[in-house]
């Protein structure tokens, strides 16, 4: 599976390192390309990102040609819902 990763900030950067070491700079509500899942699962990082309601991670689909079409279970294998939605947050200047 794939994941692209999207920032929430309305105004400012935000750097996202993933599990290879790499980088990914995200302007204010830009997502970035396909990555694969193994980038950002189990990723401390990221899971404080997300739980800030800094970064969106959304799942993409399984590539063509990956489902087994015999597997009356793959529809829904997480089990449940997907995570709530989260407000998007914002940088406030100071004021003089």
Not at 6 to 17: I, N
Not at 32 to 51: M, T, Y
């Amino acid at each position: 599976m794939a994941v692209r990763i999207r920032s929430l900030l309305v105004s400012g950067p935000v750097t996202v390192r993933l599990n290879t070491g790499t980088s990914v700079r995200l302007s204010a509500g830009q997502a970035s390309a396909e990555l694969p899942d193994a980038e950002v699962a189990g990723n401390p990082k990221v899971d404080k990102l997300r739980s800030r309601g800094v970064i969106e991670v959304e799942t993409l689909g399984e590539p063509a040609g990956k489902a087994d079409p015999e597997d009356p279970g793959d529809s829904d294998a997480a089990g449940g819902a997907a995570a709530p939605a989260r407000g998007s947050r914002k940088r406030t200047e100071p004021t003089s």
